[in-house]
């Protein structure tokens, strides 16, 4: 259902959103063991050998940015996902926009209304994408991740770029069986969203200085925030590392 909202500002959005149901999906950290070993991959990796010997793997849905699709996830997740022995994962690119339609009907010059739209349909159009070229495998994946970092365009508004994040967290949160997570780093975070701390939304932090830098479990995105798993870039292999908490 479609809501008609007129002339909101930002925190009376806000406190419709957080009046909202929300289906809570949240699972345990101990999905994966701590200290697991994984990888992620995506279209950068379209045409390199996939990387063996980790116990789970994150496979981009898009394409860097939202409303994208990587060329390359239905072989990369058939193949990531065909290990039954190994825990597979996605993530979503996101960026800031503005879109007027979507779940809220938002006039003109409503930009949290028109940005929440835009996080929201994002997020849709990576899930629409993803079930449709694996033939619906991944209406069976649990956690989705969203890549929030600065190497995408965002506003100089935080709360407008948090607004889009949680259209994101929402349409995830209230698809049946999914988790939604976050993927950045505490700088970039402060950068993008500033002081805005999603409830309940756990952690995949970047930076890592290696695989064993566990000092990352506890070096949460944001103020009370869980972290599920670390990055560490391995220059010698070219290849992004992650570590389960």
Known sequence: MRTKFLSLTASALAALLMAAPQVSTAQAAGVLVSGAGGTDISWP?????????????VVGVTGGRPYTGNPCFADQYGW?????????????????????????????????????????????AAYTYAARVTNGATFLQQVWWLDVE??????????????????AIDFLQRTEGVT???????????????????????????????????????ASLWSGGQVWAFQYLNFDLDLDQNTAC
């Open 45 to 57: 990796q379209c045409g390199r050998d996939n990387p063996e010997g980790y116990a789970f793997v």
């Open 180 to 218: 939604a997570g976050v993927y950045s780093t505490s700088h970039m975070w402060e950068l993008i969203a500033g002081s805005y701390a999603p409830t309940g939304i756990p952690n995949w932090v970047a930076g890592a200085g290696g695989t064993d830098d566990y000092g990352k479990c506890g």
């Open 80 to 124: 990531a996902a065909g290990n039954k022995g190994r825990a597979t994962e996605v993530y979503v690119n996101l960026d800031f926009g503005m879109n007027p339609e979507g779940p809220l009907s938002c006039m003109d010059g409503e930009d949290f209304c028109q940005a929440y739209n835009y996080g929201y349909d994002a997020a849709a």
């Open 150 to 167: 600065t190497e995408n365009s965002w506003s100089d508004n935080v709360d407008l770029n948090s607004f889009v994040i949680q259209g």
